[in-house]
């Protein structure tokens, strides 16, 4: 078990530019969430998962924003016309199937910090 | 709304002494409630969590967490304090969607 990767940890971009983060989930994982962390926040929710089918979206996540998990294993956050305000720290989390040792918690990445510049 | 509060935004406490952080919650129904703690440029680590059965919940690192409904809160706890205690903590509540929803979060600092 390697745990959920993420990958960029670190992305420093200019105004306008598309970013894309990738998240690998533990892999008997059929959950996976992405959240957003901006400086002194707590993590707000953006969109899970289950399998391959998005199941809910929040209001945070502008058109700008879109996440797919095509084979219900890894997924993708894109960026499009990256804002400053977009800076953040992307993290991403999964869990197992309910009733699959499931009780709630989330086990997260490290995350993938973005600046936009 | 279902939510969590964290009402202190950073404890102070000096190595060896007990810390708590605090943390109230509002939900309907019974609430699932977990403790996180984060580092600097790190993910979230799990703790402990709060589901059902008795109210002194024990976690990571020596750290529990006491739950009481009356009073609606889920207050983190530890009888001596570590320097490498020292970190962001948050308070979280499970919702509608296996989500969890985060407090703004509580700063320990432990000092020698």
């Known amino acids: 078990d390697t745990g959920v990767s993420q990958d960029p940890r670190h992305k420093i971009t200019k105004r306008g530019q598309n970013v894309t983060f990738r998240c690998d989930p533990i892999?008997?994982?059929?959950?996976l969430y992405w959240y957003r962390q901006t400086l002194g926040q707590g993590p707000e929710f953006l969109t899970y998962?289950?399998?391959?089918?998005?199941l809910e979206k929040s209001r945070l996540l502008s058109d700008r924003f879109s996440a797919e998990r095509p084979k219900g294993s890894f997924s993708t956050l894109e960026i499009q016309r990256t804002e400053q305000g977009d800076s953040a720290m992307y993290l991403c989390?999964?869990?197992?199937?309910w009733g699959q040792g499931n009780t709630g918690e989330l086990f997260f990445g490290e995350g993938s910090r973005l600046t936009v510049l | 709304a279902q939510s969590v509060a964290q009402p202190e935004d950073q404890v102070n406490v000096a190595e060896g002494n007990p810390l708590t952080v605090k943390c109230t919650y509002s939900v309907s129904g019974n609430p699932y409630l977990f403790w996180y703690v984060q580092y600097p440029n790190r993910g979230l680590q799990f703790l402990l969590k709060y589901i059902t059965g008795d109210n002194l919940v024990k976690g990571s690192y020596g750290f529990e967490a006491e739950f009481n409904k009356s009073q609606t809160s889920f207050h983190l706890k530890k009888p001596s304090a570590l320097v490498s205690d020292s970190a962001l903590y948050f308070c979280?509540?499970?919702?509608?969607?296996?989500?969890?929803?985060f407090g703004a979060g509580t700063i320990l600092r432990v000092k020698s």
């Open positions: 998962f289950q399998n391959e089918a998005q």
């Open positions: 989390a999964s869990s197992p199937p």
């Open positions: 979280a509540v499970r919702v509608y969607g296996n989500k969890l929803v």
């Open positions: 892999s008997e994982h059929n959950r």
